[in-house]
């Protein structure tokens, strides 16, 4: 099982940037996916998530209107676009797997974005 995130860096305030998480080793359609985020000296923290039937999608009230989050079954993979960033939106960013009727999850690694002028 594999959760591999990557499109993190600095950029600055107003920037853009894309993360994506591709997926191995489990059925991809079968689960929901997160993305998490963990800024220093605080809490992981909820953003976004995205079911995996009906492919509903659920904002944080911190990210909502600047960030989108998607699904490619074709790829396995993940995305979280995100615009309009913000000095508070750094942090490293996880992805996450889980399935409601088998309360089976898996986290990836992190990916680190920076806003910062």
């Known amino acids: 099982v594999q959760l591999q995130a990557s499109g993190g860096g600095l950029v600055q305030p107003g920037g853009s940037l894309r993360l994506s998480c591709q997926v191995s080793?489990?059925?991809?359609?079968?689960?929901?996916f997160g993305w998490f985020r963990q800024a220093p000296g605080k809490e992981r923290e909820g953003v976004s998530c995205?079911?995996?039937?009906?492919?509903?999608?659920y904002y944080a009230d911190s990210v909502k209107g600047r960030f989108t989050i998607s699904r490619d079954s074709a790829k396995n993979t993940v995305f979280l676009q995100m615009r309009d960033l913000k000095p508070e939106d750094t942090a490293v960013y996880y992805c996450?797997?889980?399935?409601?009727?088998?309360?089976?999850?898996?986290w990836g690694q992190g990916t680190l974005v920076t806003v910062s002028s």
């Open positions: 996450h797997a889980f399935r409601l009727d088998t309360l089976t999850n898996f």
């Open positions: 080793g489990f059925h991809f359609d079968y689960y929901a």
């Open positions: 995205i079911s995996g039937s009906d492919v509903t999608t």
